[in-house]
């Protein structure tokens, strides 16, 4: 029972020392486009992707790793270039960490390397009814 009782106390105090060393942990949530070509710039939205938390930036399709230049750079945002010897097909993106332990974290957002856009399909227009040009009889 003292066993228990010391290792849920452990827990408790260990708890807020865990969520503050994970508060500072990189975390991209979107990007502005589903598809880039080779020279495009990409932006990318999520938390803590300021220059203290995110060193590099990688495409990585599970075999192959290609860094990108970083263009720009805030804790909210980060826009980065497709290189030209990036090949087509899908990526997910790898930051390598800052700080004196940097590490590789690969995020769960993908990006599709394409020669040419794909035709995104029209929206259908809701039909605007005509006005009856017939006068109403008396």
Do not use: H
Not at 9 to 31: D, E, F, H, K, N
Not at 73 to 85: I, N, P, R, W
Not at 108 to 126: A, G, R
């Amino acid at each position: 029972m003292k066993r228990s009782l010391g290792l849920l106390l452990l827990l408790v105090l260990a708890l807020p020392l865990m969520l503050l060393a994970a508060s500072g942990v990189p975390m991209m949530r979107a990007l502005d486009k589903e598809e880039a070509k080779r020279g495009d710039v990409v932006m990318i939205s999520g938390d803590n992707l300021g220059k203290a938390n995110v060193a590099e930036l990688y495409l990585t399709n599970g075999k192959d790793d290609f860094k990108v230049e970083i263009t720009e750079q805030t804790t909210a945002t980060l826009k980065f270039k497709v290189g030209k010897e990036i090949r087509f097909g899908r990526y997910s993106l790898m930051i390598l960490t800052g700080g004196e332990t940097p590490m590789f974290i690969e995020q769960p957002v993908k990006l599709n390397i394409v020669e040419q856009y794909s035709p995104k399909p029209e929206v259908e227009q809701p039909a605007v009814p005509s006005e009856s040009t017939s006068s109403p009889t008396q």
